[in-house]
């Protein structure tokens, strides 16, 4: 069974920095892509950022520059690290991978950005 289990979420000052991470199990983490999405209370999940399994990064518009995505295959992990926060960046961040015609998320984990 697929999991993701996402951490590093919390509160942060604006221009602050966070790393989430998540941890996928349940498949072979070198043969997938990997996602970073976020949602707002009443607003549709968006993506942030992917990497594909040779590690080839693409961002959205309002995460480039600030957010930057990796992945770590000895230890089966994606990474977001984010800096320049700002309080419109607040939300729940989901890791997502697809390994076949299924999709699989992650519990999501809250980033407030907040003074």
């Known amino acids: 069974q697929v999991q993701l289990v996402e951490s590093g979420g919390g509160l942060v000052q604006p221009g602050g920095s966070l790393r989430l991470s998540c941890v996928v199990s349940?498949?072979?983490?070198?043969?997938?892509?990997l996602g970073w999405y976020r949602q707002t209370p009443g607003n549709q999940r968006e993506l942030v950022a992917t990497?594909?399994?040779?590690?080839?990064?693409n961002y959205a518009d309002f995460a480039k520059g600030r957010f930057t995505i990796s992945r770590d295959n000895g230890q089966n992990t994606t990474y977001l690290q984010m800096n320049s926060l700002k309080p419109e960046d607040t939300a729940v961040y989901y890791c997502?991978?697809?390994?076949?015609?299924?999709?699989?998320w992650g519990q999501g984990t809250q980033v407030t950005v907040a003074s």
């Open positions: 997502k991978t697809r390994p076949g015609w299924i999709d699989y």
């Open positions: 349940g498949t072979i983490f070198t043969d997938v892509n």
């Open positions: 990497i594909t399994r040779g590690g080839s990064p």
